[in-house]
């Protein structure tokens, strides 16, 4: 079972940055995909961007130009950093690991709040 350690949420105006962390506590070279979700209140958990085990990047449009993923293989650790930050990104973030022969393992959540 891979367990995840999410942080870096946080209460920030809007045009800030933040940037959020989700360590996994097994070897990167074994997982698939790392991923970061999103849900706000009374709304379906959303993909805001993922990186698969070759490197491939994909985001959710609302999120373009704004948010980058990456990893620290060594650390086995995921990043979502978040610049311009609006009120609509307001949400828990999930971090979302498919590792191989695994079943898949979700974060604790972290909340982001965007707000003068």
């Known amino acids: 079972q891979v367990q995840l350690v999410e942080s870096g949420g946080d209460l920030v105006q809007p045009g800030g940055s933040l940037r959020l962390s989700c360590a996994a506590s097994?070897?990167?070279?074994?997982?698939?995909?790392m991923a970061w979700y999103r849900q706000a209140p009374g709304k379906q958990r959303d993909l805001v961007a993922r990186?698969?085990?070759?490197?491939?990047?994909d985001y959710a449009d609302s999120v373009k130009g704004r948010f980058t993923i990456s990893r620290d293989n060594a650390k086995n650790t995921v990043y979502l950093q978040m610049n311009s930050l609006k009120p609509e990104d307001t949400a828990v973030y999930y971090c979302?690991?498919?590792?191989?022969?695994?079943?898949?393992?979700w974060g604790q959540g972290t909340q982001v709040t965007v707000s003068s």
């Open positions: 990186i698969n085990h070759g490197g491939s990047i």
């Open positions: 097994v070897d990167i070279a074994s997982i698939f995909m």
């Open positions: 979302y690991v498919l590792a191989f022969g695994a079943s898949p393992a």
